[in-house]
């Protein structure tokens, strides 16, 4: 059965390809022209706009494609055939690594353009990568000491880590395209600046604020952001959780460290319903706790790229809403 299941798979990857020699467009986000020299595809949105900054006034020579533009995140998508087919021929390819992308080896296995540059942003980030955390009264706590170990994907909610990539990425484009590789060091260096920049605002927040712990009624994709300015957090679920109903004992807890931290916000990820976070916010004895939102990057739509959505703003937003909620 395994055995057929991947004869069936190289199949589709030998279809797709010729899909996309002959011609094949599609939907998903790209930047660029048709007459474009290079062709980059990126998994998530971070990466796209590291990029997208890296390249600058060189957009024309590119065609920068973003896989995940509809809304969807990481951990539940499946790539289309055009997405296979755009992979294969590109001369370079950037994905996160974590255990989401499992179905990348089997698509870079059919690959037409054998020297395309493959970049694996965990493999980038080395010993930084940060195993996947439960913490006290989270789902699952009191069975976490027998399961399996895995990683946080969510590396790019670190502006430390956006740094580091950013320089590699640039790095590795320089070699792509080395007629331009000067400018490509400049514009990566002038937005890593911008990055420590705000780096440096967040760790002043943080070290001037009355609390160091927030609580989130939802995932918590949140651990690299967090241990970069010793923040402690409580959550109902782990970062890369699917589940979306919280037990009475998780919400019990919950409400209880809220009354107890006397925290006055209770915070969610994008896209949340909120109904966890307002189930908890009418459990505590004040009832009165502000419900906020801070984005996770995860589920980055066109439109939202097409009306100047970047991964600075977001992580601006995302700065505001956090030291309010730790004061």
Not at 111 to 124: G, P, Q
Not at 189 to 209: C, F, G, M, P, T
Not at 217 to 224: L, T
């Amino acid at each position: 059965m395994q055995k057929n299941r991947s004869w069936l798979w190289r199949l589709s990857l030998l279809l797709c390809v010729m899909l996309c020699a002959a011609g094949m467009t599609g939907c998903s986000s790209t930047n660029g022209t048709d007459t474009a020299k290079y062709s980059i595809v990126c998994t998530t949105f971070p990466q796209y706009d590291w990029l997208r900054e890296i390249i600058g006034e060189n957009a024309d020579s590119f065609s920068l494609m973003l896989l995940l533009d509809k809304g969807g995140d990481l951990h539940s998508y499946q790539p289309t055939a055009e997405s296979i087919a755009r992979i294969s021929s590109a001369d370079m390819f950037v994905y996160v690594g974590g255990e989401s992308d499992t179905w990348v080896e089997d698509a870079l296995k059919g690959a037409v353009n054998k020297d395309m540059r493959v970049v694996n942003l965990m493999d980038l980030l080395g010993g930084m990568v940060k195993e996947e955390e439960l913490v006290e009264g989270m789902q699952c706590y009191e069975e976490a000491e027998h399961e399996e170990t895995e990683y946080d994907e969510h590396v790019w909610l670190s502006l430390k880590n956006a740094a580091y990539l950013t320089g590699a990425l640039s790095e590795t484009l320089q070699e792509l395209d080395a007629e331009h590789a000067q400018e490509y060091a400049a514009n990566a260096a002038a937005y890593i600046e911008s990055l420590n920049a705000l780096d440096r605002e967040y760790a002043d927040a943080v070290k001037q604020s009355e609390k160091k712990t927030i609580l989130f009624g939802d995932r918590f994709p949140f651990r690299y952001l967090t241990e970069d300015y010793g923040i402690n957090y409580y959550a109902a679920f782990a970062g890369c959780s699917t589940e979306t109903d919280a037990s009475f004992e998780t919400v019990t807890f919950l409400s209880g460290k809220v009354d107890e931290l006397g925290l006055h916000t209770i915070l969610t990820i994008e896209g949340s319903d909120q109904k966890i976070a307002e189930i908890i916010r009418e459990n505590t004895h004040g009832k009165n706790q502000q419900i906020q939102i801070v984005n996770s990057l995860q589920s980055v739509t066109a439109k939202e790229i097409q009306d100047g959505f970047t991964y600075l703003k977001a992580m601006r937003e995302n700065y505001e809403v956090l030291k309010n909620a730790l004061n």
